[in-house]
């Protein structure tokens, strides 16, 4: 195989300056034809899969579970009752459909309360400022922080500034958003960039594309080599009129009172086992984080990655599907905390790490799914490829290459695990992500389903296949 | 003219199995030759006004403007000392542009102002209600209101129900968004109608079609023979909720607290006027409301109008370009409580209606302008279409028609006056409309620099032309 491979490379080596080889080209080497026609042969199975979930006694139930979950419980932010019941919500709704092999897994998490948010412009004008305060930001006095503010539009424009700038003042990040992983770093670092320069606080325009006035919240890291500072997201509508202002050159004041209230507490993660015929050991996982945020209904981050990963064994097992390998599903806790569930079940199973045959979550939307974004080599993705052209008739057959699947997977996909997350048409995601609008609005009856039966038939046929996914 | 106006009339009425008359072939007789080649004779004076807007000094200046007025005053309720500065404002920058033709009429109008609004759902589970109050909704006591409510679809369906079924209940009208016309009435009707069955407040689904879990506020009325009932808004998304609940036949429990203030103030009606050369005593009105709703900051509703309609004697008296009947720029107040500032201006100018030969208001967004939305006799619609024509270049030559363009015109319109508004791109108005979004992030530079131009060569061209516009 080596050495044919070897052959290929070259060959794709002559031919690359008249056109680059197809991915399928590669493929078709790679993968040979027994494996081809042995993933082709899955139709008839996730053709069942697809029918069920999209017109038979699944239709719409994974909308109307999450529906009803969603309304019963709200947010389910780390460290709180309202996500423990919700987690042994998920566990009864799994022992319902007669699944017992259900562990949970206790864990320290952060509990983070918000108890008071208040940002007030005083100069130029008096005007409330709407805002969120960032993860763990730690607390202002109770007559909060009186301060001028400064506008920055990158770490780099902060660098360039004189100390005396800086010093005493009030950061505001107005970086215009660009893709969540580039711009997101305002937000996770802002706070210890700004404090290292002497700022007394930080606030950063929501890293969205889109506002109705609406600030968008999310997880910060404070650098344990500098003062911890209050820091809050503010929204781009309040961020553009500040700038217009500065630019101006008016002197822009502001009062922030951010008062919270930090806590440990113990939760857990949920693991749903759907034992392998062959190799029960080894383990397709397919996962989503049961806690959100505080500030909407967590039915887009992450509700929906929660049913449509414990919809997996559960439709497997009604429709007597058995595949080879064990399929295990995961509702990881604290994911918005810093991926808090996920390490500790990495560090748990270390030992374990050669039986994941592959690992999933959808933590990006449960929009209309595309196909599937993958991380691992090009074998790898090869056979994922082959296994995406069974949902042809859905238009989810695209592949994207990812190099960091997911969010909690990260964490395995980085130290070679190959995995991979749901791809959906979420354009408008961060529209909605980390705000108020977080709730079943953003959530579609027929996409929830098409992402029900993409999910579950691509994570039956990669459990059942002849081979393991290669590293 | 007449006569042949007939035989057209019969000629339509023959060939109308086959093919129905173009608004064209209509208007070409309507009009003569003459009459075309006059309106088309403007288009050095119209290029040369959308040159200098577009390109010439007046280049984002309506949004530059705009901004620092919006930045500058926030909000503008009705009765609030800042509507009254910024009227000052305005007629500074009026006066600061050499026109001194500046009248201002005082009237009393309504202030209604929020002071504690907080709407909690109690069962099945305990949850904050983003709310809006409706204007002049009465308070609630400080402990608020405490009772079941019930979900109802249309008027249809409230009294389609028995008196026991709604007697001493909240209804929550969640009617889903057709247009903002059709979809208003449960704002501005419903506490009413809920009160004459026996209600003891109300809410509505917001009057949008998309949301980030954001309420929109409004005016609604009191009929006199019922009882006042406190009344306001709550989201889509939780107006959806709440109807899922409903549906599941959970006991919905809420706790409406509503606290207002009433008063009245003095506010006025500002009247610039740029004197006609022929026939001063002829009007040409353009027109937007300065008031706004306390929630947003009024750039779009209607900032963006007041700007627009400024702009208008500004950019003719800057290029010199006199006009033979006047020009007058009205800025109404207190529209948001009910057109109280044109009923005034109708009330106390109603003997010089006749002199009023074309009123225009720019109040349904200053998105990129598509033309106007006419109101008038089928012959004062050919001209203007004939006027529209000017603007094929910016893509602005649309008629259409409407019954009551405008809103403070419609009082003018209503009795046979003809007028118009600017017709804009404003698929997204509602998105934003009596929402904490109004904001300049809704404006942009170059569609306001068109709808200047539209607006000011559209009314010069109508101020100008030999003959008045018919009614």
């Not at 919700?86 to 709704?93: A, R, V």
């Not at 595949?323 to 990881?332: D, L």
Request: proline share 4%; glycine share 8%; net charge negative.
């Amino acid at each position: 195989m080596n050495s044919l491979l070897g052959s290929l490379l070259l060959l794709i080596g002559v031919v690359s300056c008249k056109h680059l080889p197809k991915d399928e080209e590669v493929c078709a080497v790679l993968l040979g034809n027994e494996l081809v026609e042995e993933i082709a042969g899955y139709k008839s199975v996730t053709d069942e899969i697809l029918r069920y979930v999209l017109e038979g006694d699944f239709k719409h139930q994974t909308y109307n579970g999450l529906a009803k979950f969603v309304d019963k419980f709200g947010p389910r932010p780390s460290g709180s009752e309202t996500l423990e019941q919700s987690i042994d919500y998920m566990i009864q709704l799994t022992r319902d459909e007669g699944i017992t092999d259900i562990t949970t897994e206790e864990l320290e998490v952060p509990q983070w309360t918000r108890e008071l948010e208040q940002v007030t412009l005083l100069e130029p004008r008096v005007k409330n400022i709407a805002v969120f305060g960032l993860g763990r930001s730690v607390s202002t006095s109770p007559e909060g922080i009186t301060a001028e503010a400064i506008m920055v539009n990158s770490f780099d424009d902060l660098d360039s500034l004189a100390d005396s700038d800086v010093k005493g003042k009030i950061v505001i990040y107005d970086a215009k958003f660009v893709s969540y992983g580039v711009s997101v770093r305002y937000r996770t670092e802002g706070a210890s960039r700004a404090a290292a320069r002497g700022a007394v606080a930080s606030l950063v325009r929501s890293i969205t594309p889109f506002s109705i006035n609406s600030p968008h919240t999310g997880a910060q890291n404070y650098d344990n080599n500098y003062p911890k500072i209050p820091t809050a997201a503010i929204t781009l509508e309040d961020a553009d009129m500040l700038r217009r202002m500065y630019d101006r050159g008016e002197k822009i004041v502001l009062n922030i009172k951010l008062i919270s209230k930090s806590d440990t507490k113990t939760s857990r993660n949920t693991l749903i086992d759907y034992k392998g015929t062959e190799s029960p050991e080894k383990l397709v996982i397919v996962s989503g984080h049961i806690d959100s945020w505080d500030v909407g209904q967590g039915a887009m981050d992450n509700g929906g990655g929660i049913f449509v990963s414990w919809a997996v064994p559960v439709i497997l097992k009604r429709l007597n599907i058995k595949p080879k390998r064990t399929i295990r599903s995961i509702f990881w806790t604290a994911e918005e905390m810093g991926l808090i569930g996920a390490a500790d079940y990495a560090n748990k199973h270390k030992n374990e790490n050669n039986n994941i045959n592959f690992i999933m979550e959808a933590d990006e939307g449960t929009f209309a799914p595309l196909g599937l974004g993958v991380g691992g080599t090009q074998e790898a993705r090869c056979i994922i490829a082959e296994v995406l052209k069974l949902f042809k008739s859905i238009n989810a057959s695209t592949l994207v290459e990812q190099n960091a699947p997911g969010s909690d997977i990260s964490l395995f996909t980085n130290s070679g695990i190959p995995g991979a997350s749901l791809y959906t048409e979420n354009s408008k995601y961060f529209w909605f992500h980390h705000t108020a609008g977080d709730t079943m609005n953003v959530e579609n009856e027929h996409e929830l389903d098409l992402g029900t039966a993409v999910w579950t038939a691509a994570a039956y046929v990669i459990a059942d296949i002849s081979i393991d996914i290669p590293r």
